[in-house]
C-alpha cells in the first residue's frame, strides 16, 4: 500500500504538482527556474508545462526518486516563484516516465475508456499530459531558505588566498552557465536588505550580490553557502573585495 502523504488523502509519488505560478512567465525560461530551484533535491526525469488555457500556472516536475519529491513538497512550499508562492503536492496519479520504467503503463485512449465506464469523474481535475491533479487548499508560508538544507560545501579551490573583511556585496562563484539573473533574484531576495544582483557578462560563473548592510550580507551567505542550482555545481559564496 502507498504511504499517504501527511495530512492529506494522497498518496506519495514522484511526481509534484505545482499550481499558482505566475501566468506571465514565459514556457522555456518557467521551465528552466524550476529546474534550477528544484534540481537540489535530487534527480529530475521530466518538467511538464503547457501553454494551453486550463494548464497555465500550473507545473508537474517528475524526480527519480520519491524520497526527492517528498523533500522538495515539503522544503518549497509556499516558496515565493515569480512573486507568487507555489502551491504544491503530490501529483494523483504516476507520471508517465516513471510508468514505463517500472512496466505499469497504460496509453492514455485506453485509460480514458477506463475513466469514461468508471462513472462520474471529479470537478476541476487537469489531465495535464501526466496526472488528474486538484488545487492544494492548504499550503504553509514561505519557509525560510536557511531550512533547505546545505547540500554540499564550497569548492576550496575558489578559495581565495586571504579571506576578503566583511563587505554588504557578495561574491558568488562556481554558478552554472544557465543561471540567469531571476533565479539569483529569487533566491537571495528572500532575505532582508537585498538590494541587486549584478551578472558579468564576459564571465560566467560569477555574480556580484548586493545588500543594505555587512550584517544583512553576512545572513544570507551563511544561509546559502553551498545551494546547488544543479546537482553539480554548489554555489560558493564570499565577500566581495572592497
Partial sequence: MAEMAVGGDIPTNNTIYINNLNEKTKLDELKKSLQAVFSQFGKILEILAFKTLKHKGQAWVVFEDVSSATSALKQMQGFPFYDKPMRIQYAKTKSDV?????????????????????????????????????????????????????????????????????????????????????????LFGQHQ????????????????????????????????QGFKINPDSPMFITYAKK
Fill in 98 to 186: 516513471i510508468a514505463k520504467s517500472d512496466g505499469t503503463f497504460v496509453p492514455r485512449e485506453r485509460r480514458k475508456r477506463h475513466e469514461e465506464k468508471g462513472g462520474k469523474r471529479r470537478k476541476g481535475q487537469h489531465d495535464g499530459n501526466q496526472a488528474a491533479v486538484g488545487v492544494n487548499q492548504g499550503y504553509g508560508g514561505p519557509p525560510p531558505l536557511s531550512q533547505i538544507p546545505y547540500m554540499g560545501g564550497g569548492a576550496k579551490s575558489g578559495m581565495p588566498e586571504a579571506p576578503a573583511p566583511p563587505n554588504s556585496i557578495l561574491f558568488v562563484q562556481k554558478l552554472p552557465h544557465q543561471t540567469s539573473s531571476m533565479m539569483l533574484q529569487m
Fill in 193 to 224: 536588505g537585498f538590494k541587486e544582483v549584478r551578472m558579468v557578462e564576459a564571465k560566467p560563473g560569477i555574480a556580484f550580490i548586493e545588500y543594505g548592510d555587512e550584517m544583512q550580507a553576512t545572513v544570507a551567505m551563511q544561509s546559502l
